[in-house]
């Protein structure tokens, strides 16, 4: 079995992008396939999928706490996002080779009750997966995953897109894809890799770094 580290070191975005779509959240998937060439994914949202777990990047938002857009550039001020916010660790992964990274760049909308949305989507999931989902912890597609896990007794090779659309608030309009894009991965994975590709609004381009062990 095998860890995958995934660490974002930089995101660009278009210089044209209005303000209102400055609020990044993005999803990554990793698909490979297992010691049984059977397909599985690995996925993570950043920072996570709480009511304040974005990127700020909106310029009117520029004194607050939370504003993590460079000064001069259309990117993510990776200097001032702390590692825990931008990092993805994948562990137990039965990893015979990689075959490609899906991504996807959400924009969050902050008015949106964030809660009522989480308590509606995690009503989705059978009673018996719920009891090992930790009111206390926050919530992120990997701990939901474990939990179908530890509920079912055997691996869980990937949740519902039904599910995963409601948890990461895209069924509510709480949030809104602005980049969907995709790249296919060697074997051995490469210390980085970066995937680029037209959106709303322009051009957008996202480095990770990938360290397996």
């Known amino acids: 079995m095998k860890e995958l580290e995934v660490t974002v070191t930089d995101l660009t975005f278009p210089a044209s992008l209005e303000d209102k779509y400055c609020k990044f959240r993005p999803l990554i998937s990793i698909r490979y396939l297992d010691s049984n060439d059977k397909v599985q994914y690995a996925r993570e949202a950043l920072p996570g999928l709480g009511a304040s777990d974005y990127w700020e990047c909106e310029k009117d938002n520029k004194k607050k706490d939370d504003y993590v857009r460079h000064p001069t550039a259309p990117k993510v001020d990776t200097d001032r996002l702390d590692i825990s916010k931008r990092e993805i660790l994948f562990k137990d992964l039965d990893i015979k080779s990689f075959e490609r990274i899906e991504l996807e760049l959400f924009d969050v909308d902050i008015k949106v009750k964030w809660e009522k949305i989480m308590q509606s989507a995690l009503m989705m999931l059978p009673p018996d997966v719920l009891t090992?989902?930790?009111?206390?912890?926050?919530?992120?597609?990997?701990?939901?995953?474990?939990?179908?896990?530890?509920?079912?007794?055997?691996?869980?090779?990937?949740?519902?897109?039904?599910?995963?659309?409601?948890?990461?608030?895209?069924?509510?309009?709480?949030?809104?894809?602005?980049?969907?894009?995709?790249?296919?991965?060697?074997?051995p994975l490469p210390e980085s890799v970066t995937v680029t590709g037209p959106g709303k609004q322009g051009d957008y381009s996202l480095t990770m770094a990938m360290n397996v062990r």
């Open 132 to 187: 090992f989902v930790n009111p206390a912890m926050p919530v992120t597609l990997t701990l939901v995953k474990q939990a179908y896990e530890k509920a079912s007794g055997k691996k869980v090779d990937d949740l519902e897109k039904s599910l995963i659309t409601k948890l990461i608030g895209k069924d509510d309009g709480a949030t809104r894809s602005i980049w969907v894009r995709s790249k296919d991965l060697p074997n």
